[in-house]
């Protein structure tokens, strides 16, 4: 294949560049190493355009573009509302506009379109609890109750079909990603696929931005000498994926794309449901840090339990994640100069 990777310089983008060139692919990235996230430019190349995806442009010579460029992160302030959506939807619709002939297309979504996860209650069956309440979550009361008879709920897997609901503006601006793509599949007859990714660590995770997930804010922590600080009750649960099982599953999508129909959704995560509490302990033991502490303080943008199935991907495409979480924290303490 021949593709355009677009963010191929971020986390997520120089392992799936990597992959692509594993593959035997031949990769054009487009970057707009943006001051917050990169320190520095690189010299020209044959194979990198430096520039913004917001920028029209024409591709020559692309089959396939895998669309990672995004601006990341819950939203630290509110004040952000409006760069998510000019870099994350402005940006993709932008693209898409620039697409021309190229009809096979990834695009990097995310699992927080959905929102909370799956919820069952005894009575009630699978319910969908609204955001929770500040009130609620300054009582210490962070489990969403069943929204018709308040009784607890049992977290499970969310599946591709489930109802999406974002709950800040970074999911917002996902969704309207997977929107907007959809409409240019329709309209072009093109193919897209939208892989949402669970939490992604690994070797080159940001360092030291309010903006990385919280693996990257407890390493960082945990390597200035700082004790990691759980928020909630460190109960609250996700499926944390190495980044190299991501770039499989990218590479895999990309392939499978003239098979596809026009939209499709795929979860991507481990399996393996961990709490923020035992991931803070397990790295530190890993850095021999200090033992996390539990705050109780939270984030109003923040749900509960998400984790999802990625059984859909497993049947389809073959998709087999590599990493358990014990291996990867290993291999990120392996890899040392990321
Ligand atoms: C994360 C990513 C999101 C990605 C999604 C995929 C960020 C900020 N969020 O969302 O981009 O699409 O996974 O599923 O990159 N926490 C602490 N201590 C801290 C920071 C956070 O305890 O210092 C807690 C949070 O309150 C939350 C949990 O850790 O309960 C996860 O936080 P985080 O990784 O930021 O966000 P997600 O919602 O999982």
Same mark, same amino acid.
């Given at each position: 294949?021949?593709?355009?990777?677009?963010?191929?310089?971020?986390?997520? &983008?120089?392992?799936?560049?990597?992959?692509?060139?594993?593959?035997?692919?031949?990769?054009?990235?487009?970057?707009?190493?943006?001051?917050?996230?990169?320190?520095?430019?690189?010299?020209?190349?044959?194979?990198?355009?430096?520039?913004?995806?917001?920028? *029209? %442009?024409?591709?020559?010579?692309?089959?396939?573009?895998?669309?990672? #460029? #995004?601006?990341?992160?819950? &939203?630290?302030?509110?004040?952000?509302?409006?760069?998510?959506?000019?870099?994350?939807?402005?940006?993709?619709?932008?693209?898409?506009? $620039?697409?021309?002939?190229? %009809?096979?297309?990834?695009? =990097? $979504?995310?699992?927080?379109?959905?929102?909370?996860?799956?919820?069952?209650?005894?009575?009630?069956?699978?319910?969908?609890?609204?955001?929770? %309440?500040?009130?609620?979550?300054?009582?210490?009361?962070?489990?969403?109750?069943?929204?018709?008879?308040?009784?607890?709920?049992?977290?499970?897997?969310?599946?591709?079909?489930?109802?999406?609901? *974002?709950?800040?503006?970074?999911? =917002?601006?996902?969704?309207?990603?997977?929107?907007?793509?959809?409409?240019?599949?329709?309209?072009?007859? &093109?193919?897209?696929?939208?892989?949402?990714?669970?939490?992604?660590?690994?070797?080159?995770?940001?360092?030291?931005?309010?903006?990385? &997930?919280?693996?990257?804010?407890?390493?960082?922590?945990?390597?200035?000498?700082?004790?990691?600080?759980?928020?909630?009750?460190?109960?609250?649960?996700?499926?944390?994926?190495?980044?190299?099982?991501? =770039?499989?599953?990218?590479?895999?999508?990309?392939?499978?794309? *003239?098979? /596809?129909? #026009?939209?499709?959704?795929?979860?991507?995560?481990?399996?393996?449901?961990?709490?923020?509490?035992?991931?803070?302990?397990?790295?530190?033991?890993?850095?021999?840090?200090?033992?996390?502490?539990?705050?109780? /303080?939270? %984030?109003?943008?923040?749900?509960?339990?998400?984790?999802?199935?990625?059984?859909?991907?497993?049947?389809?495409?073959?998709?087999?994640?590599?990493?358990?979480?014990?291996?990867?924290?290993?291999?990120?303490?392996?890899?040392?100069?990321?």
């Amino acid at each position: 294949m021949k593709v355009l990777l677009t963010g191929g310089a971020g986390f997520i &983008g120089r392992h799936v560049h990597h992959q692509l060139l594993a593959e035997g692919h031949e990769v054009t990235v487009l970057d707009s190493f943006r001051p917050d996230v990169h320190s520095e430019r690189p010299a020209p190349r044959d194979d990198l355009i430096i520039g913004d995806v917001r920028d *029209p %442009r024409t591709f020559e010579g692309i089959d396939t573009v895998v669309h990672l #460029a #995004a601006k990341v992160g819950l &939203g630290v302030h509110l004040d952000d509302i409006d760069d998510y959506v000019s870099s994350n939807s402005l940006g993709t619709a932008v693209l898409l506009k $620039s697409l021309g002939s190229i %009809r096979n297309l990834v695009y =990097a $979504s995310s699992m927080v379109v959905y929102g909370e996860g799956r919820y069952d209650c005894d009575v009630h069956g699978p319910v969908a609890p609204g955001p929770r %309440r500040s009130e609620d979550l300054d009582a210490g009361r962070f489990e969403p109750p069943c929204p018709y008879c308040a009784a607890p709920l049992r977290p499970g897997f969310v599946t591709e079909d489930a109802v999406l609901d *974002p709950r800040n503006a970074y999911a =917002a601006s996902k969704l309207n990603g997977e929107h907007l793509a959809a409409v240019w599949a329709r309209e072009t007859g &093109g193919r897209v696929t939208a892989l949402r990714f669970h939490n992604v660590y690994g070797p080159g995770m940001p360092r030291n931005t309010p903006y990385a &997930g919280v693996a990257a804010i407890f390493r960082s922590m945990l390597e200035r000498g700082e004790t990691p600080r759980v928020f909630e009750d460190g109960r609250q649960r996700r499926d944390f994926v190495h980044v190299r099982d991501i =770039a499989t599953a990218v590479t895999l999508s990309a392939s499978a794309l *003239p098979q /596809q129909p #026009a939209f499709t959704a795929y979860n991507v995560g481990s399996g393996t449901v961990s709490t923020i509490g035992q991931v803070a302990s397990e790295l530190a033991r890993a850095y021999d840090g200090p033992e996390p502490i539990v705050t109780g /303080q939270y %984030r109003l943008g923040d749900v509960r339990h998400i984790t999802a199935s990625s059984d859909r991907i497993k049947h389809e495409l073959g998709w087999k994640p590599a990493y358990d979480l014990p291996t990867g924290l290993a291999d990120l303490l392996g890899a040392a100069a990321d």
